[in-house]
């Protein structure tokens, strides 16, 4: 396994936003989380990735505790994580947006890269047909020239993915991909975490849009008021009683 969870707990104040979670993450599958609005799915993302520190409770990477690890590390370490709300540069060009991706695992860095320095253009050449290979994967390499700011929503999700991936994670956290999405950009994105599973990429992905969830997922684990209910495949999940009544308060099928 690459991700375990052991009783995870976290608290704001007196409410319990996680409560006693334990699932693992196998490397080179999907780990789906599901679950209403409010039910600790971001909370766990933020601390997978440092961002929070959990009050009960151990979470490892590759066997090893993350606890007292900042998001920076864990970056530099092979997490990372895309946002439900798109965080990308638009007055960068869809190239230079991946390109600093690849900068965090880089000697240059981000930083230093906005500036030129002798001794690492060997290093920013890499950087940047690094960059073009995932443009190409994803349909984009057309676009690499272009201010990020024109591109439709759908795009900038994928640019987003890139970029994150520009950084070669170990572990790939996705917030919501599909939000905003219609179905075909839904479709198009589905397709390429597909691909990115059979290479390989572990990934962990929150999502309210059960089609994708259904279409990629390895496992889905389900949270309702910060404890897991229910975890399965898609085809477990979508019978599970537990998980139909915490979405639909009736016996019927999850789509």
């Known amino acids: 396994m690459l991700l375990q969870l052991d009783g995870v707990t976290k608290h704001f104040g007196g409410i319990a936003a996680v409560r006693n979670v334990g699932f693992e993450a196998d490397e080179g599958k999907v780990l789906a989380l599901i679950g209403p609005n409010g039910a600790g799915k971001t909370t766990l993302f933020n601390l997978i990735t440092g961002a929070l520190e959990p009050d009960q409770g151990v979470i490892a990477l590759k ?3 993350i606890k007292g690890l900042k998001p920076f590390q864990l970056a530099a370490g092979g997490v990372t994580r895309t946002f439900q709300n798109l965080q990308i540069f638009n007055s960068m060009t869809v190239l230079e947006n991946v390109m600093a991706g690849a900068y965090l695992r880089g000697k240059k860095g981000f930083l230093r890269s906005l500036f030129s320095y002798h001794g690492w253009c060997k290093e920013e050449k890499m950087i940047r047909e690094k960059s073009l290979v995932l443009l190409e994967e994803t349909g984009l390499a057309e676009t690499a020239g272009r201010p990020a700011s024109t591109l439709p929503f759908g795009q900038k999700r994928l640019v ?3 970029r994150a991936l520009a950084s070669d994670p170990c572990l790939l956290l996705l917030d919501e991909p599909a939000a905003g999405l219609n179905s075909e950009e839904s479709a198009v994105l589905t397709n390429y975490i597909n691909k990115l599973r059979d290479r390989g990429t572990t990934m962990i992905l929150i ?10 997922a ?3 684990i389900v949270l309702n008021f910060g404890e897991v209910i229910a975890q399965g495949t898609p085809a477990e999940i979508q019978a599970h009683p537990e998980v139909i009544k915490a979405y639909l308060g009736e016996d019927e099928k999850i789509a």
């Open 63 to 65: 066997g090893q505790t």
């Open 160 to 162: 987003e993915i890139a």
């Open 207 to 216: 999502e309210h849009d059960m089609e994708t969830v259904m279409n990629a």
């Open 218 to 220: 390895d496992k889905i």
